[in-house]
């Protein structure tokens, strides 16, 4: 039983690019978070989805970033017009429906030069 | 606001001591509370969780208390290890089906 895949593990982009991150859940699991984390700093929440529908998006800023999380396929993270200040290590975790433990993946770093 | 608080120097111990790890947490009234290890360059794992009704966990050589008069969770690693080496997360949520809120992490450092 595969892990929670998350690519790709590293992925650098140009200020103004759009960098988009790929996460497939554990089987089984239909609810994922991503989470973000700078050096030094603690992971902090951005989003919560279940299949095709967002629960809890107030970790998110308002502006260049959106989930989503189809019925088909990976959930995606996806930065638009990327800052300096995006560069950090993204996790997408997994858990079943009733949510006791979370699943993380190994994290891309996103490098914005 | 919630804050979860870890302490934020390394923890040093020598291979076979027990390492006490602690957890504060204000603000906060959860549901049940999780322990995780993150080494460099990875994904957090999950060790153990304890719920608000739960006193105390144990599995192999780990043992959590959880004290919610106290507000604040001890994670014990007894003889512990080099392999052990990692930093560690305390993570609280409100109820089973909402989010985590982590801490910053403490880092131990187990030497031979």
């Known amino acids: 039983n595969a892990g929670v895949m998350q690519n790709p593990r590293h992925l650098v982009r140009r200020r103004g690019q759009e960098a988009r991150l790929r996460c497939s859940p554990m089987k089984g699991h239909s609810h994922v978070y991503w989470y973000r984390q700078l050096p030094e700093e603690g992971l902090k929440f951005m989003v919560y989805?279940?299949?095709?529908?967002?629960?809890?998006e107030s970790g998110m800023p308002k502006e260049r970033f959106s989930a989503e999380f189809p019925k088909e396929g990976p959930s995606i993270l996806r930065i638009q017009q990327v800052v300096r200040g995006d560069s950090a290590a993204y996790f997408c975790?997994?858990?079943?429906?009733?949510?006791?433990?979370?699943?993380f993946g190994q994290g891309t770093r996103l490098t914005v030069v | 606001s919630q804050k979860i608080e870890q302490n934020s120097e390394a923890l040093n111990i020598q291979e076979g001591k027990t390492a006490t790890l602690t957890c504060n947490y204000t603000n906060y009234s959860p549901a049940y509370l999780q322990w995780y290890r993150q080494d460099p360059g990875r994904g957090p794992v999950f060790l153990l969780l304890?719920?608000?009704?739960?006193k105390e966990k144990r599995k192999e050589r780990l043992k959590v208390t959880f004290d919610t008069t106290l507000k604040q969770s001890l994670f014990h690693i007894t003889a512990s290890q080099p392999a052990d080496s990692a930093t560690y997360l305390c993570a609280l949520a409100a109820s089973g089906y909402s989010t985590l809120t982590f801490g910053k992490g403490t880092m131990l450092l187990v030497s031979p």
């Open positions: 975790a997994s858990s079943p429906p009733w949510n006791t433990e979370a699943f």
């Open positions: 304890i719920r608000e009704n739960e």
């Open positions: 989805l279940q299949k095709e529908n967002i629960i809890d």
